[in-house]
């Protein structure tokens, strides 16, 4: 990660950039994957609609942290603390700005994402769903050790169903381990 980034955690005036940020990186990386119709169009509102609730709820267990560099958001972890009686900590949503994927930011924000899961729930699991076509994705989880453990289908806001992965670590210090 670049030394001038800082992580935060996010409060409900950061729902626009978070939005626009996972707007960006879902039509940067979903492509091809996602419905165009639904990138191309309903995506920001649909998007901006969730973040708005979410950072306005604080659903209980569930922390957004933000990687900001130049005051802008350039990448945010959602995490809901033991999420699953089997799997633990759900990474719900991971995003780094497109223009700075490969600088660390979304393992800095996993490596946060263990150290606040290891405080709450040291010997749970951490788990994230990834679509199986992301292949970066797929590539960046994997080799942060993180492991496929279940494969599904789900029905994602394009309104269709996709072929989806279940990575877990076998608690957040493995995930910290990886992050390293």
């Known amino acids: 990660m670049t030394g001038a980034t800082t992580l935060r955690r996010a ?3 950061d729902a626009g950039a978070v939005a626009a940020l996972h707007v960006a990186s879902w039509r940067s990386a979903y492509r091809g994957l996602l419905a165009d119709a639904y990138l191309d169009g309903p995506v920001e509102r649909e998007r901006g609609t969730v973040w708005a609730r979410k950072l306005a ?7 957004t942290v933000l990687a900001c560099a130049d005051a802008a958001v350039v990448g945010f972890v959602c ?3 033991d999420a699953d009686p089997l799997w633990g ?12 994927r490969g600088l660390g930011i979304g393992r800095a924000l996993l490596a946060e994402t263990a150290r ?8 749970r699991p951490v788990h994230l769903f990834c679509l199986a076509g992301n292949a970066p994705a797929r590539g960046f989880y994997e080799r942060l050790g993180g492991g496929i453990v279940e494969r599904l289908e789900a029905d994602e806001p394009d309104g269709q169903r996709h072929p989806v992965l279940r990575y877990a670590w076998g608690s957040p210090a493995a995930l910290a381990a990886g992050c390293r």
Do not use: I, K
């Open 11 to 13: 409060t409900a005036a």
């Open 57 to 63: 709820e604080g659903a209980a267990g569930s922390e």
């Open 79 to 81: 995490f809901v603390l």
């Open 89 to 100: 900590t759900l990474v719900d949503n991971l995003h780094a700005d497109p223009a700075r």
């Open 116 to 123: 606040r899961a290891g405080l709450a729930a040291p010997l």
